[in-house]
């Protein structure tokens, strides 16, 4: 499959993006990274033992903060490039799905297509995971990513005519998926985090690309500026209707489905093959894993867990949801952007 390249080894920032960049400018992101590591906000890590604040936003000291520096210091983006972008848990693994689905339809058939054999990350790799060639992908290449809209370069943002999609979710389902995922690939010699603390950190903003609310509310921002560039998704709309938001999204990403494909029941296949049911029974996602540096490999069966919508609140105590509600109220005041009770 051309649009995968496994992902190298993350331990520095030059072993790692040594792709087609100039060798000084590396040294030059890796000397930075150097610099600014020890003097960082700390807080504590949900899977790692700190996340540390750069930028605003809270980030594994290694593997995100590299990638979020390679991005902004060497990713040349094509006009072309698609980027599906989300925080952690939020849907990613589903939208990869659906998208490499939809963009690909005429390539592959329903029968033998890669997603029955490759986890959906394994399809669709990640900006800042470091594919150490993204040059070599064809056009349009699909990239995700989870760098809040605002910290993205320029490039990307203003000058490139690329594509977001964007999904969001319930932030009660987002911690309690988040806490339990991330218990899971937390090393054994660290204490499981318990949900009160989860919950504290994640109010606090301390989670992964958190604030997750300032994450939301940059990617809703950029689709009310721009809609034509980005396309802005919630999970709860997908689970409901999850036909209309797949038309949606090939129309959006210039692969509008005709009417003969309607009618042939296309959109119908998609939704069926990257449905939750159908992605966590096949044996890929059973047993395989995501390898996405030496440190970091992942069940594939962690990506799949219930897929419901409002599962959050039967973690949560009264007084947990009416807090998260509040902040929730608060920090999208005036945007107009709503989550359910
Ligand atoms: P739960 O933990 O609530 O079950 P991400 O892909 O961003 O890591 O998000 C993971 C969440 O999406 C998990 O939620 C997971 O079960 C759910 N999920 C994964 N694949 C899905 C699919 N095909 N349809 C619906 N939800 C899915």
């Not at 890590?45 to 290694?62: A, D, F, I, K, S």
């Not at 669709?124 to 349009?140: I, K, Q, V």
Request: proline share 6%.
């Amino acid at each position: 499959m051309d649009s995968f390249l496994p992902s190298p080894d993350c331990d520095t920032i030059s072993k790692t993006y040594n792709g087609q960049i100039d060798s000084h400018l590396i040294q030059k992101t890796n000397e930075g990274y150097r610099e600014i590591l020890p003097n960082l906000p700390r807080g504590k890590g949900w899977m790692t033992e700190h996340l540390v604040q750069y930028q605003g936003v809270w980030l594994t000291p290694n593997f995100a903060l590299k990638g979020l520096m390679w991005v902004q210091d060497h990713f040349k983006p094509r006009s072309t490039d698609i980027f599906l972008a989300t925080f952690p848990k939020t849907g990613t693994t589903w939208l990869k799905a659906l998208t490499f689905a939809t963009v690909n339809r005429t390539r592959y058939g329903f029968a033998d297509h890669p997603l029955l054999t490759t986890v959906p990350h394994g399809c669709l790799p990640f900006l800042e995971a470091c594919p150490n060639d993204l040059d070599g992908f064809r056009s349009p290449r699909l990239l995700s990513t989870h760098i809040p809209y605002t910290l993205l370069p320029n490039s990307v943002t203003v000058n490139q005519s690329c594509r977001f999609v964007y999904i969001c979710r319930d932030p009660k389902d987002v911690l309690v998926s988040k806490w339990l995922f991330m218990n899971k690939l937390r090393p054994k010699e660290l204490a499981p985090i318990s949900l009160e603390e989860a919950f504290e950190l994640f109010c606090q903003g301390i989670s992964h690309y958190g604030p997750y609310w300032d994450h939301v509310l940059g990617y809703w921002k950029a689709n009310l500026e721009t809609p034509e560039k980005v396309l802005f998704l919630k999970y709860e709309e997908l689970k409901e209707e999850p036909s209309v938001v797949v038309k949606r999204l090939g129309e959006f990403l210039g692969h509008p489905f005709s009417l003969e494909e309607v009618s042939k029941g296309v959109v119908e296949e998609i939704v069926k093959l990257c449905s939750f049911e159908n992605l966590s029974n096949l044996e890929v996602n059973k047993s395989s894993v995501l390898k996405l540096s030496t440190q970091i490999v992942i069940d594939n069966r962690h990506f799949f867990r219930k897929g419901n919508v409002g599962d959050g609140k039967s973690y949560l105590t009264d007084e947990m949801i009416k807090r998260i509600n509040e902040i929730t109220s608060e920090k999208l005041f005036g945007s107009g952007l709503v989550f359910g009770s």
